[in-house]
């Protein structure tokens, strides 16, 4: 079974429910009254009603999303019927939850060795949540079909190109988390995907589980229509197009992948360890400013102790954590070059080729953001943007001779941007009014034409 969201709908909950009319509600509340599916006839007979009559009113429950079908399992000749069941009557919670979504899937994106790992564990323990205490399917095709009915229930709307247990492909045109998905797509749709592998398999359907549930993107979500592919086909994986079957298909066991977070986590320590060096001796220069005794009395310490703590420090830590949120490689080598920049400034020797390494650095990061901006861009991204430009002007400036205390104005303005910028993006947690972003967006603006004033007239 092949799943394609093609939003970038956001789901709706029962407050958008359209007026019903007082025979459609009369037929509502005898389904509500049913703790099994039931098929139109056998509603009809309950209700009084003809069934052809009560199937239209179930079908307009349906459309409104106040009840769910799946076909029943099939026996013997013929299309299977459709069976109905009512979905619950309280409010959406996707919405009041939105803005939380995208602040736990920004931090999985930040601070786990492998966010997709991580973000499949949590879409299956919230299938496995979702589903606690039903009955197991009586066959694949059921599970398949109750799946579908989730995917409903959570707001997905699924349609799909055939009757429910037998479908190979359906279209998701609504996503209930489509801003958490529009700047983390690769979280988002990870969850989603563990989401139906642990309902197939709750549900009981067998072998026929991994080819329903173990979906695989193949497009990309973008700012302008937010399309996204899942795909998964007949029971097969494909990797880079080419089928895998077998073995080859079956998830990776715990362990594995437990042993590949740890390496990842390792390979992410190297590059924090320059940080860390870099930290220790702008604090031995400050002592040394201060005329404090200092661990280490060297010369060349106090000269380089603001561009040390902000570009070969802050600014490593910063890369590395937009390096794991883009998930290319080429993005590690801005912490690298920061981190490599920092300790060739405290080492003994000339000053410009750590110079060198920290502008490398900075233009890279400057890079990331781009990159981050043609996935989706926002005014959280825009601001933490323009850190990285005042990052790139303080290493260039610095490079080209200016002292220190005249790079000041850039390298504050790096600092203030990307915190501010960051807070921006978690604040999403509370809707913020238009009129607030484009404030704070001004406000980061002055910052970094501060920064330009006080280089072009420092006197003033």
């Known amino acids: 079974m092949s799943v394609k969201n093609k939003g970038p709908l956001p789901g709706g909950g029962s407050d958008d429910h359209p007026p019903v009319s007082r025979q459609r509600k009369a037929v509502l509340q005898h389904l509500r009254g049913r703790t099994e599916p ?26 409104a999303s106040l009840a769910g079908r799946e076909r029943a399992p099939a026996a013997g000749r013929g299309r299977p019927a459709w069976l109905y069941r009512a979905r619950a009557p309280q409010q959406s919670a996707v919405r009041e939850y939105a803005g939380l979504a995208t602040v736990l899937a920004a931090r999985i994106a930040r601070s786990s060795p492998d966010p997709r790992a ?20 009586r066959g694949p095709e059921e599970a398949r079909g109750r799946v579908l009915v989730l995917l409903e229930e959570i707001g997905f709307a699924p349609q799909p190109d055939g009757p429910d247990g037998t479908a190979r492909e359906v279209r998701l045109p609504r996503c209930p988390f489509v801003e958490a998905a529009r700047e983390y797509p690769g979280v988002v749709c990870a969850v989603h995907e563990g989401l139906v592998r642990a309902g197939v398999a709750a549900l009981g359907g067998g072998r026929t589980a ?16 937010g399309r996204r592919t899942a795909r ?27 042993t590949a977070a740890r ?29 404090l005794p200092a ?5 060349r310490l106090p000269r380089v102790h603001g561009v040390l703590l902000v570009l070969g420090f802050a600014g490593t830590l910063v890369a590395l954590e937009r390096a794991v949120a883009l998930g290319d490689r080429w993005g590690h080598l801005s912490p690298a070059f920061l981190g490599a920049g920092g300790l060739l400034l405290i080492a003994p020797g000339g000053l410009r080729p750590g110079g060198l390494l920290l502008t ?7 890079a990331v953001y781009v990159r981050l901006w043609r996935r ?24 080209g001779g200016l002292d220190v205390p005249r790079l000041l104005p850039w390298l504050a303005a790096f600092l203030v941007l990307t915190i501010a910028g960051e807070r921006l993006e978690l604040s999403r947690v509370v809707l913020l009014p238009p009129r607030a972003e484009r404030a704070f967006l001004a406000c980061s603006g002055a910052v970094l034409a501060g920064a330009v004033a006080a280089l072009l007239w420092p006197a003033a």
């Open 38 to 63: 039931v098929t139109a006839t056998d509603l009809a007979e309950e209700c009084g009603l003809h069934a052809n009559t009560v199937r239209e009113h179930l079908d307009a429950l349906v459309d």
């Open 118 to 137: 991580d973000a499949l564990a949590a879409g299956e323990d919230w299938g496995r949540a979702l589903l606690a205490g039903q009955e197991p399917a």
């Open 210 to 225: 991994r080819g329903a549930a173990s979906l695989r993107r193949t497009g990309r979500l973008s700012a302008e229509s």
């Open 232 to 258: 998964a086909v007949g029971g097969r994986r494909h990797s880079r197009g080419v089928p895998v079957t077998g073995a080859q298909a079956a998830p990776a066991p715990a362990h594995a992948s437990a």
């Open 263 to 291: 390496r990842t986590g390792a390979r992410r320590a190297v590059l924090l360890l320059p940080a860390g060096l870099a930290l220790l001796a702008g604090l031995d220069a400050a002592l040394l400013l201060l005329g």
């Open 295 to 299: 661990p280490v009395d060297a010369a």
């Open 360 to 366: 490398a650095g900075a233009a890279v990061l400057l």
């Open 376 to 399: 989706q861009p926002g005014p959280a991204l825009a601001v933490q943007a323009g850190g990285a430009v005042a990052a790139l002007g303080a290493a260039l400036l610095w490079l």
